[in-house]
């Protein structure tokens, strides 16, 4: 009696790979159980872009808060400056120079005094800056402070713009009693033509002689200014004055003579007052 051995049925290929497919589809997907944290919405990447963008906005407000503290303390320093004179040369030598003399708007010492000395000039002209600078103090010393002459000043204003506000400012600071500080101390820092000349060292010049510069400064705009502004050149005009610095000197009271000045020195005004005084 034979023995048979039993086989099992051959199953085909495919049916075998799906039957694995669909094993392998049956199994349960993994889920994020019940209490284990959430992924994290934001990646390394964007938390590291989200602190570089926190680091630029907080750079550029402290720069915008140093840069309104460096501007309020420029302004500090200007207002400061201003009300101090700083920067300002002469202020000291000018008020020991002209203290305790009488000041009549445009005119320097006693209304009395036997001569009289008249100037035109150009605040912003050089060679009325150097006359102011090295002849000036000689005279006022030696002549105006001792009563003998009393000195006049008709503002021009020829050069350009500056002259005009210049003018107008020691014009107006002489309703004040400071034409004669202020115009010394414009001299005494002179600059080249049409570009020094602006409020800032008004105010300083202003403010360093004693008078007040807000009242100046609303001052100098006024009809009294410009009328006298207008007097000084009909004057220069009815002199045929054609360059400044141009002078004229006499006896109070009587006709004015030209002061002959080739090298504005003290010896040449000198002569001239001193020939004046023995007249």
Partial sequence: MSTKTKTRPRVPATTARRAAQLRTESRPRSRTRVG????????????????????????ALLIGLSQISVNRGKAEAASTAASTGAGVIGIAETAALLDGIPQHGNALGSPTAPVRLVEFADLQCPYCGRFAV???????????RTGKVQLVLHGLAFVGPGSVTALRTATAAGEHGRMWNVTELLFANQGPE?????????????TATGAN??????????ASVST???TSAAAAQAAGVTGTP???????????SRVPTRA????????AIDGALTR
């Fill in 228 to 230: 006298q502004i207008r």
């Fill in 264 to 271: 504005l020195s003290v010896d040449e005004f000198r002569t």
């Fill in 194 to 206: 049409n570009s020094w000349v602006n409020d800032e060292l008004l105010r300083s010049i202003v």
């Fill in 134 to 144: 090295d002849v000036l103090p000689t005279l006022i010393r030696d002549y105006v």
């Fill in 213 to 222: 510069a807000d009242r100046v400064f609303a001052d100098r705009g006024g």
């Fill in 36 to 59: 284990s944290p959430p992924r994290p919405r934001n990646s390394p990447r964007r938390l590291y872009r989200y602190a570089l963008a926190l680091a630029a906005l907080s750079g």
């Fill in 246 to 256: 141009t002078f004229f000197i006499g006896r109070q009271g009587a006709r004015l």
